[in-house]
């Protein structure tokens, strides 16, 4: 299972983060990345980056200048921060397990319930 | 980037109903299609990955066709449990992207 937590309510220009527990499978399994994914309200969903075990990480470009996932192995979690955040940035935010499974990307087959993150004045 | 372009934007139909729902790519994905089911208020849920490998648990009446720009997911017999919105995501190129989604709604 996969748990997300956040700070629920943040102001523009903060940078906030969120962690998402693993719990019940192995975050060094070499068949699993680690994402986060996005959906505003009423909308889509927007794959916000990934990390393996390793610390290798990806992000996407829309998003790369502000984003950082890291990992704690020994925790079992894994977090991100998004800095700069404004009005645009309110949104659902799912931590999720991606499988490879012989691609060279993911689809993501174990989701998070979800935190909302609301950016507010 | 991808663009996953899904239609309809809704259907409505009647349980027992047949759905179609289509995803469209602007560029080939080869076969690195999935799709998802979103309830209300819960999370995604995989149904099928690879355009048509069925997640584990979800029924027989889920199956995906396709390959390369355009790809189908067909509910061969609507459930009540089966009304929801559905996405499909590509993993065939960076980034991966989602389409807008569909929304199955009771007629």
């Known amino acids: 299972q996969l748990q997300e937590s956040g700070p629920g309510l943040v102001k523009p220009s903060e940078t906030p983060s969120l962690t998402c527990i693993v719990s019940?499978?192995?975050?060094?399994?070499?068949?699993?990345?680690w994402s986060w994914i996005r959906q505003h309200p009423g909308k889509g969903l927007e794959w916000i980056g990934y990390?393996?075990?390793?610390?290798?990480?990806g992000y996407n470009p829309s998003l790369e200048s502000r984003v950082t996932i890291s990992i704690e192995t020994a925790k079992k979690q894994f977090s991100l921060r998004l800095s700069s955040v404004s009005a645009a940035d309110t949104a659902v935010y799912y931590c999720?397990?991606?499988?490879?499974?012989?691609?060279?990307?993911?689809?993501?087959?174990?989701w998070g319930r979800g935190a909302l993150v609301t950016v507010s004045s | 980037e991808i663009v996953l372009t899904q239609s309809p934007d809704t259907l409505s139909l009647s349980p027992g109903e047949r759905a179609t729902l289509s995803c469209r790519a602007s560029?080939?994905?080869?076969?690195?299609l999935a799709w998802y089911q979103q309830k209300p208020g819960q999370a995604p849920s995989l149904l099928i990955y690879?355009?048509?490998k069925r997640a584990t648990g979800v029924p027989a009446r889920f199956s995906g066709t396709g390959s390369g720009t355009d790809f189908t997911l067909t509910i061969s017999s609507l459930e009540p449990e089966d009304f929801a919105v559905y996405y499909c995501?590509?993993?065939?190129?960076?980034?991966?992207?989602f389409g807008q989604g569909t929304r199955v709604e009771i007629k």
């Open positions: 995501q590509q993993r065939g190129d960076w980034p991966p992207t």
């Open positions: 690879d355009t048509s």
């Open positions: 990390i393996y075990y390793s610390g290798d990480t």
């Open positions: 560029q080939s994905v080869n076969t690195y």
């Open positions: 999720a397990r991606g499988r490879a499974a012989g691609g060279t990307y993911w689809y993501f087959d174990l």
């Open positions: 019940g499978e192995s975050m060094t399994n070499g068949a699993y990345y």
